[in-house]
């Protein structure tokens, strides 16, 4: 049973494995740094790779990538790859504003880790050379891989045409006034699809709230810091036992709100963070199912084409027309990209089968990580919130008497 | 688990209220100042307590699903007891903040206001079926021997408060008095509406709670004939602008001519302050007199003393504004904590939506087990988020006591200003009599210089002498009732010294006992969470 971990190391306990060190690759995202100047600067990772697999080089690389490599590897992966949900990457920051704060940077490194984490715990994206490469090469190889992708070149010509064939039947079904449906209507698959749309909702929602009680934290603190700074002039009118006692309770205030600074920081990375991911997986999912339906539709539409095809071989036959030949050569030929197809098809269903119980499990097991942080952390704060006020009390007694 | 029963119902229930909780938020009474409003909605209760018992219940049925009773819990109980044991005697509610004063031995005075009614001014006006306007009943319950029984209700409207308030500023010159609520001048639609009347009675009853706790001014006959006078109010009206604008015309042209025949100058009038209209041209001396004081030339002979006051004077000034700005921070911080609470309460909700739709829709055991997860997170933070709301209504009930001080301070300020306008008049007398004095000298030079006597200037001469020992009279009223006045402040002073001292102290134990307490009880909620999820933990975060 494969156990799917979600910190630094990929190990897998391979049964076949004869050799006397288990196979093992273990990767690190660290140590951002702001590269370049003004419009054109960027932030870049460090990653570190330590692995005893044969097909890498040595023991331990490091190299140096930044967001838009990741970018590739995901897409990558995602276009070879259909049927398995790829770990989701961190949103490309809109806000010019937040591109370099240090919190923003941070989450950022802390998902790109887990990210490339997540592919290498997985038994089948591990074994991708595209992960091979991302890990490997030095940046010109990389530079050069990525600026394939980018804008038109992104699409093979294939895609192209295919995109091109959807438009022309897409006119044509509504020319001729059907839309056909063409997508899979079995009760399971349809309840996986439901849950999937409505599990979005849900989670974006609490997600929502989860990242504004993070700025309620920071909220609290300051109006607390606030507060004491205010308590302590108040004071300082005094210079008695009621001006020590302000005195007292506007620096407590301080050192509270302080406490409730880290603790925002805490949530946001521990408890906010992991359920944005969780969103992002889901969304992940959805980009699957439209994959999915994509080979569907290509599926049934390569059926009809091979029925009108058989239509047509049939009516060659019986007229010994000369067309004859080229259209068995022809339907041999889309006889072949129809079990292509189907196969294609079969193994997205047969993987998203698979994935979609490692994303439960997986999903479980990362939720119950955040909360157990969220708890932890609102229990941390509490008890040094009431801890510190009670500090307090024998002095006020002290005070009063 | 053991109590997972317990919790499941627990969180249906606690769903209800969670849906009326967010309910709340949404009415005006999450948004109202947050000073005001806890206190406006409890005091329909005849000692006005916050309900700590109230607050109480629901923490017990956490407690029997949480640990047993705590330091926090413990501690708050003995504070509550401390603010409930005065209540038997009921001389005074600490809970409302009124000034606490020691209370002589058993004596009590307690005032509830309450049932506004709209009345008709009976139409000797000009407008046809005559004008609206709202009675209050004022209940007192008192033991106080001035009074003519124990228990006694009267109906009483906004206007006979202004006079009570006008006659008690005009017998306790250089007294603390507490201020009476605004008149706020709003058209009569606005006046009937029930958000103001609630607003007006709770300010009401706030006002004569506070009178009530004055020493001095409990045991006022002013305040016994609003308390319990049946029918009109037997008190002096504050008269209109009109005739005091009237009454000072008439009065001038005696005044200016100083023809002061037969005592004009009432001793009595001069133990008060120029009022407006009636003594226009004493305003006008005054004036002159404070004038002539600023720009220095003549050193007046009452000295006002000293550096010791004006220090006192200095000092309570700061202490007001830092006192406006602590006030003003403790606003928003109450905001901010009712904030997080509401926030903390919506994300339980949206993860009780959760636990709902993974459970319904569950195809894993690892969606049921997520769910159970998230389900004692939902718990946990809609616990939280209610723990939070009772915070800040108890942070409320404490910190509003800054607020009241703001107003104290007020009134010190009014008693302070009595002393100068008291020692003005002082002042004015001193310099009419020295000027009086020259002109009785300058006379008697010049007759005696004429052999026989001047008959005319002789009878001058006289009717100076008679001025100037009608106005020797009124000096001699006049400092006595400055000497008075100083009395009054020296003693209010101390008082006031007195009950800041207890009544910061303790706000400030209040304040900081709520929020231990609280943060002890939410830290046990989360506790309990995390020892549940410690299981995901082993990877070491």
């Not at chain 1, 091109?164 to 001729?176: C, G, I, M, N, P």
């Not at chain 2, 000092?315 to 997080?340: M, P, R, T, Y």
């Not at chain 2, 107003?407 to 002393?419: H, Y």
């Not at chain 2, 009419?432 to 026989?452: D, P, Q, T, V």
Request: charged share 30%; glycine share 4%; net charge negative.
């Amino acid at each position: 049973m494969n156990t799917m971990q979600r910190s630094g190391s990929g190990s897998l306990q391979s049964p076949r494995s004869s050799s006397s060190q288990a196979p093992f690759l273990s990767v690190s995202v660290t140590d951002p740094a702001k590269m370049g100047n003004g419009v054109q600067a960027y932030i870049s990772y460090k990653v570190i790779t330590k692995t005893n697999l044969p097909e890498y080089q040595g023991n331990e690389k490091i190299v140096i990538r930044r967001y838009s490599d990741f970018v590739w590897l995901h897409d990558r992966l995602f276009e070879k790859y259909k049927g398995i949900f790829i770990p989701p990457l961190p949103e490309k920051s809109t806000v010019e504003k937040f591109r370099f704060s240090a919190e923003f940077i941070e989450m950022r490194r802390q998902a790109l880790d887990v990210f490339v984490n997540r592919i290498a715990s997985h038994h089948e994206l591990r074994q991708s050379d595209d992960l091979r490469i991302f890990l490997q090469a030095d940046e010109q190889t990389m530079d050069r891989a990525r600026f394939q992708e980018t804008g038109i070149f992104k699409k093979k010509p294939a895609d192209l045409i295919q995109i091109f064939k959807d438009v022309q039947s897409k006119v044509s079904d509504v020319v001729l006034g059907k839309e056909k449906p063409v997508e899979e209507s079995t009760p399971e698959y349809e309840k996986m699809k439901n849950y999937i749309f409505e599990l979005e909702d849900h989670l974006a929602e609490a997600q929502k709230h989860a990242y504004r009680l993070v700025k309620r934290h920071r909220e609290l603190g300051e109006s607390l810091s606030e507060f004491g700074k205010a308590v302590k002039l108040l004071g300082t009118c005094d210079d008695d036992a009621l001006g020590k006692a302000f005195s007292e309770l506007g620096a407590k205030s301080e050192i509270i709100s302080i406490k409730l600074q880290k603790e925002a920081h805490h949530l946001l990375m521990n408890f906010e963070e992991p359920l944005k991911d969780y969103v992002r997986a889901v969304q992940s999912i959805k980009a699957t199912i439209a994959e999915r339906a994509t080979a569907f539709k290509k599926q049934c539409e390569l059926a009809e084409t091979i029925k009108f095809k058989e239509i047509d071989l049939n009516k060659y036959r019986l007229t010994r027309s000369e067309k004859l030949a080229e259209a068995e050569r022809e339907y041999e030929m889309l006889k072949a990209e129809g079990e292509e197809t189907s196969r294609r098809f079969d193994m997205i269903v047969r993987l998203m089968n698979e994935e979609i119980a490692r994303f439960q499990e997986q999903k479980t097991s990362d939720m119950g990580l955040a909360f157990h942080e969220f708890a932890k952390g609102q229990a941390r704060l509490s008890n040094g919130i009431a801890d510190a006020w009670r500090s307090l009390l024998p002095k006020l007694e002290a005070h009063s008497s | 688990m053991m109590g997972y029963e317990n919790q499941e119902s627990h969180l249906y229930a606690s769903k209800e209220e969670m849906e009326s909780l967010v309910l709340d938020d949404d009415s005006p009474n999450g948004t109202a100042h947050p000073f005001s409003d806890p206190l406006s909605s409890s005091s329909s209760l005849p000692f006005a307590e916050i309900p700590t018992d109230q607050s109480q219940t629901p923490n017990s049925s956490f407690n029997s699903i949480l640990e047993p009773p705590s330091y926090a819990e413990a501690i708050f109980r003995s504070f509550d007891a401390d603010h409930s044991s005065p209540q038997l005697n009921g001389a005074h509610d600490h809970s409302i903040a009124s000034p606490s004063s020691p209370p002589s031995s058993d004596d009590f005075l307690t005032i509830t206001v309450s049932d506004p009614q709209k009345e008709q001014e009976l139409s000797n006006s000009l407008v046809p079926g005559g004008t609206a306007y709202v009675t209050y009943l004022i209940t007192t319950r008192t033991n106080l021997p001035e009074f003519d029984g124990t228990e006694f209700s009267v109906r009483r409207r906004f206007r006979d408060v202004v006079t009570l308030s006008d006659r008690l500023a005009e017998s306790y010159r250089g007294f603390f008095i507490p201020l009476r609520p605004d008149k706020s001048v709003v058209e009569s639609q606005v006046m009937q509406k029930q958000e103001f009347l609630e607003q007006r009675r709770a300010a009401l009853e706030k006002y004569l709670r506070r009178l009530a706790a004055h020493p001095v001014i409990r045991r006022s006959e002013e305040l016994r004939m609003f308390l319990e006078a049946n029918g009109k109010l037997p008190l002096v009206r504050t008269t209109d602008v009109a005739s005091r604008m009237l009454d000072g015309a008439v009065q001038l042209p005696k005044q200016i001519f100083g023809e002061t025949a037969g005592g004009m100058v009432d001793a009595n009038e001069v133990a008060q302050p120029a009022k407006g209209g009636r003594d226009l041209l004493r305003i006008f001396r005054e004036l002159k007199q404070s004038v002539s004081n600023d720009w220095g030339g003549v050193k007046p002979p009452v000295v006002e003393e000293d550096k010791e006051l004006v220090e006192k004077k200095q000092k309570l000034h700061d202490f007001e504004q830092q006192l406006s700005n602590v006030s003003q921070q403790a606003e928003a911080l109450v905001k901010a904590q009712q904030d997080i609470g509401e926030t903390m309460g919506q994300m339980g909700l949206a993860f009780v939506k959760l636990t709902k739709f993974e459970t319904e829709r569950a195809v894993y055991d690892s969606q049921r087990t997520r769910a159970a997860d998230m389900k004692n997170v939902a718990t946990a933070s809609v616990k939280a988020s209610r723990l939070y709301r009772e915070l800040n209504a108890q942070t409320v009930k404490h910190l509003d006591k800054l607020h009241e001080y703001l107003g104290v301070m007020l009134a010190v300020n009014n008693a302070f200003s009595d002393r100068s306008s008291a020692l003005l008049t002082v002042q004015t007398l001193l310099s009419e009599l020295s000027s009086l004095n020259s002109r009785i000298e300058k006379l008697e030079a010049a007759a005696s210089k004429i052999f026989g006597g001047d008959r005319s200037r002789i009878r001058k001469i006289e009717e100076l002498k008679e001025t100037h020992r009608v106005t020797e009279d009124a000096k001699s009223s006049a400092v006595k009732e400055y000497e008075r006045i100083k009395e009054n402040n020296k003693n209010e002073l101390e008082r006031f010294e007195k009950e800041r001292h207890d009544d910061f102290l303790g706000m400030l134990r209040g304040f900081i006992v709520n929020q231990a307490g609280y943060a002890e009880k939410m830290a046990n909620v989360w506790k309990t969470v995390a020892e549940e999820t410690s299981g995901y933990a082993k990877h070491g975060s």
